[in-house]
């Protein structure tokens, strides 16, 4: 039974004296047992952990001795009756891959080995077809009109189901979870079984004798309650065939002329195929995916710039953090990440159960999708607005709370409670009236049970927490106020007492709260104040320290030692004992790294701090912090691969420019421009780098002294944002694109010190988005936003207008999207891409990143609207650029508006 009470100011004092002392005493000695038990809990964790990986390496030897009989198989593509039949429902995208990555490693995703060997059943996913987008209304080309407008997800995206299962009853929470919950079979969601027949359900497709697949808990199929398509399959399933309207139509090959007719968006476009490839009688046939597949190794970023609270501890020792749709959780010691790969849009918030195992995290959606009448469900494309609870072992889904309406927007605020076990989940939208819903999460099934809900009202709310020692007691804090709630649990209610701040001035916003050793409710406000209201839900002011931040007080944090921990505006971080006095311990961040917004300590008592820089920093007030973690903070459209070395480069439009080492896993160095960059390429030689910024400069680095050695303006009359620059294969030569329509072309002298301007190529009648040059130097070729291919000769700067005369011509890059070889990449739900092409001369890989977040492997070239790809989840916008490595061993892909880079080993 949950107890309602809230206690005054005048109950407090009665219980003052010796006696309080003693339960003082008793409530700090149960906390430091439950610490030791929270630690052997983390051992136990830990080697489930690596039993688990040698379950892997088993299972990966016994899939090697099998590997010979299955790469001889053949791909069946399916019959235009099985075609007719499947609903064109995508899969679901697998929480983790059990592939291996390179160099025998083992893979950081604990599976087991029935998981594993389900999995890698080759299984088929359906891209479906929604409505025709006009390509200017494409989020890359709002971004070449405004290179500066920031902007939230794009709603044109591919929805992932899961195939239907019986979910058993899940077993109930326990306060301290056992050794048995470690086990990646828990709730089932690693037993396997057979997909049913087609006669089993209507929408149906054939599948494969002897085809299994894992089944998970909160995977989309029960976000939705819908029947998906029966192929379903783990991440990086092959996609299967779409329904085109007018709009978009099938590939026609011409024999006699050697072309290809493609209608993309309704418009006609004639490609020229090469020779070779004429000779083919399959040029409009349905591409099967590749063999190569995608395991997502490293992910390069932090979101802090506009979220609180999302940086923990965990029992195992890793350190928890999102960014666009993927958890991390990262071994710092050992640099080994391991990722949530559930949610499929941008992650706003995350909380961790008291038993620092469990995680709950929210993600964002389309606010237009509401709960449709009788309780159907939406559709499999339409991204929701859901919570997902999920076990940081095994990374498997537990619940999904909020998948079917329940929410009309993101959320800012999430937290267990922690006296009852952490039985209570409490979710805050960022909805109008900022609704406050509590769920009995492990109740109902995989969807939680809603047990009370309530408006917080319009003001903005950033903070909310259950207070360790006092039942049912609830704090918010927000514009202009702090709220103490009481839950009611006969009548399963909420009431609230309103924080009386009598004593100081109302701050115009409460930012942050946290609670002490002894129960003490603290919070940080815009005046720079850090305030006591004491313990047990006393709503008013017992002391506060004045300025104690100028400009505001954006994080506290309470130590292991009771150590209290501010971060403000002022870039400082200072020490504070119990009754809030200073310790002299302060630490001021450096304008590179910006300010704190979240704070959590390490096993050792090292300090993590997350910045609005998205950066995570590292260490103590004694030592000095350094960086943990590294990104951009703010969209991402430059991106190259180094010609020689596992390295590449990034910059963004937040003026740094950062060279990166793929083996290492952290950037070699960085620096500041001194403007936004939209587009960066290495010189052949690699020992240089071309920059192209917003403005319509662009510069030339040394890339071992960082030191600018070349400034160039294409066009002193305009300021025009330069799209993409290419250096040519003989290093003489370097094209510029620029959206005034025109290509620059300059001839690189003396050693690239010196770049003299030849002239510029017009003729394009829009952006100028993308460039190819050829192998030997001689011709270039170019795509513009309005859905044109022009070929040219730069030496002449003159545009080849008989298009077949470069048929055959051998080209060192495939980074326009608009080609023979990507012309069955486009469908109806993609406004925009990115393309790259692997190196290698024998089977190559089309490398696809589109608006909805979906990186994508085809097989190259793709010439049919029907082809099949291999899709993964990550990214939770569009996907602004990809880039095969020099030796094709890995793939980087960078997500534009959501400032994250992955890097993926191709497998």
């Not at 198989?73 to 099985?82: G, H, I, R, V, Y």
């Not at 594993?116 to 479906?128: F, P």
């Not at 930012?511 to 709503?539: H, K, M, V, Y």
């Not at 190259?860 to 650029?881: E, I, Q, W």
């Amino acid at each position: 039974m949950l107890d309602g009470s809230v206690y005054s100011d005048e109950q407090m004092s009665s219980l003052d004296g010796e006696p309080n002392g003693r339960i003082d005493e008793l409530e700090k000695r149960i906390r430091h047992q439950g610490d030791e038990i929270v630690l052997l809990r983390s051992v136990i964790a830990e080697l489930v952990r690596r039993v688990g990986d040698l379950e892997n390496a088993a299972s990966r030897t016994r899939d090697n001795r099998s590997s010979h009989t299955l790469s001889g198989s053949t791909l069946t593509l399916p019959t235009k009756s099985s075609a007719t039949r499947s609903t064109g429902r995508p899969s679901i995208t697998s929480l983790s891959s059990p592939l291996n990555s390179s160099g025998g490693k083992l893979s950081s995703h604990h599976m087991s080995s029935e998981s594993l060997q389900s999995s890698s059943t080759l299984n088929r996913q359906s891209v479906g077809s929604t409505s025709s987008y006009g390509l200017r209304n494409s989020p890359s080309m709002d971004r070449l009109a405004t290179p500066r407008t920031s902007g939230g997800s794009t709603t044109a995206r591919t929805f992932v189901t899961s195939s239907p299962s019986t979910a058993a009853k899940p077993t109930p929470m326990r306060k301290w979870t056992s050794n048995s919950d470690f086990q990646s079979g828990t709730n089932g969601s690693s037993a396997s079984h057979t997909l049913p027949s087609p006669g089993h359900h209507a929408n149906h497709s054939t599948l494969p004798s002897g085809t299994t697949q894992r089944r998970q808990y909160g995977s989309q199929a029960h976000l939705n309650d819908v029947q998906p398509y029966a192929g379903a399959a783990g991440n990086g399933s092959p996609a299967g065939l779409s329904t085109y309207r007018a709009a978009h139509k099938e590939s026609v090959f011409n024999p006699d002329d050697g072309y290809l007719h493609v209608t993309i968006r309704g418009k006609g476009m004639n490609f020229h195929v090469p020779s070779v490839d004429c000779l083919s009688n399959s040029l409009t046939q349905p591409n099967p995916p590749p063999s190569q597949r995608l395991k997502l190794e490293w992910v390069y970023g932090y979101r802090g710039r506009d979220c609180r609270s999302n940086l923990h501890q965990i029992a195992t020792g890793d350190t928890v953090y999102f960014i666009a749709s993927v958890v991390v959780l990262v071994n710092l010691e050992e640099s080994v990440q391991r990722h949530y790969l559930g949610h499929t849009d941008d992650i706003r918030c995350l909380t961790v159960h008291p038993n620092k195992m469990t995680i709950a995290s929210g993600q964002t959606g389309n606010p237009e999708k509401k709960k449709r009448p009788g309780g159907s469900s939406p559709g499999p494309d339409e991204k929701l607005v859901h919570i997902r609870v999920w076990d940081s072992v095994s990374l498997n889904t537990l619940h999904v709370i909020g998948g079917n309406g329940d929410f009309d927007r993101g959320f800012c605020c999430l937290a267990f409670s922690k006296m009852d076990g952490g039985a209570l989940l409490v979710a805050i939208d960022e909805a109008q009236d900022h609704v406050l819903t509590l769920w009995d999460w492990q109740k109902a099934g995989t969807r939680g049970d809603r047990i009370a809900v309530t408006n917080c009202g319009p003001d903005a709310v950033f903070a909310c927490e259950f207070h360790p020692s006092v039942p049912n007691l609830l704090i918010t804090c927000g514009k202009s106020n702090v709220t103490f709630w009481t839950v009611d649990g006969t009548l399963l209610t909420l009431s609230k007492v309103a924080g009386s701040f009598e004593r100081v001035e109302r701050p115009k916003f409460v930012l942050c709260l946290c609670f002490t050793e002894n129960g003490d409710i603290i919070t940080g406000d815009s005046s720079g104040n850090i305030i006591s209201w004491g313990r047990a839900a006393g709503n008013r002011v017992r002391n506060i320290v004045t300025n104690a931040h100028p400009g505001g007080v954006f994080v506290l944090f309470c130590c292991s030692d009771g150590t209290l921990v501010s971060g403000g505006k002022d870039k400082r971080l200072v020490g504070w004992d119990q009754d809030l006095n200073r310790t002299g311990m302060e630490y001021e961040l450096t304008d590179n790294y910006g300010t704190a917004r979240a704070i959590a300590q390490t096993r050792d008592s090292t300090l993590l701090v997350g910045t609005n820089r998205n950066c995570v920093l590292q260490g103590d007030f004694i030592s000095g912090f350094s960086v943990a973690v590294q990104g951009h903070f703010d969209e991402i459209w430059a991106l190259a691969t180094h010609p020689n070395h596992h390295q590449f480069a990034t910059a963004s439009y937040d003026h740094f420019l950062t060279l990166w080492s793929t083996s290492e896993k952290s950037p070699i160095w960085s620096m500041e421009m001194q403007d936004g960059v939209h587009a960066v390429a290495f010189h052949p030689d690699g020992d240089l780098i071309a920059v192209a910024t917003i403005s319509g400069r662009w510069f030339v680095l040394d890339t071992l002294t960082k030191e600018i050695i070349s400034s160039q303006t294409v066009n002193g009359d305009t300021q025009d944002l330069l799209s993409s620059i290419k250096y040519s294969p003989d290093g003489r030569f370097i094209a510029v694109a620029s959206v005034d329509r025109s290509i620059y072309i300059y001839q690189i002298l003396e050693g690239g010190t010196k770049c003299m301007k030849l002239g510029k190529c017009v003729g394009h009648s829009s952006a100028v988005l993308c460039l190819d040059w050829s192998t030997d130097s001689q011709y270039l070729r170019s795509n513009s936003d309005n859905f044109e291919l022009i070929y040219w000769n730069p030496s002449t700067l003159k545009q080849i207008v008989n298009a077949a005369m470069c048929r055959d011509v051998e080209w060192d890059s495939c980074n326009c999207i608009l080609e023979y070889g990507v012309a069955g990449v486009w469908s109806e739900t993609v406004q925009a891409l990115s393309v790259d092409c692997t190196h290698s001369s024998g089977s190559r890989v089309l490398a696809v990143g589109d608006d909805g977040g979906k990186v994508k492997l085809f097989s190259y070239p793709a010439m049919s609207l029907k082809s099949l790809c291999h899709s993964y989840n990550g990214h939770s916008n569009h996907v602004s650029t990809v880039r095969f490595m020099h030796d094709d061993s890995r793939l980087i892909s960078a997500g534009g508006r959501d400032a994250s880079v992955l890097q993926w080993i191709v497998i």
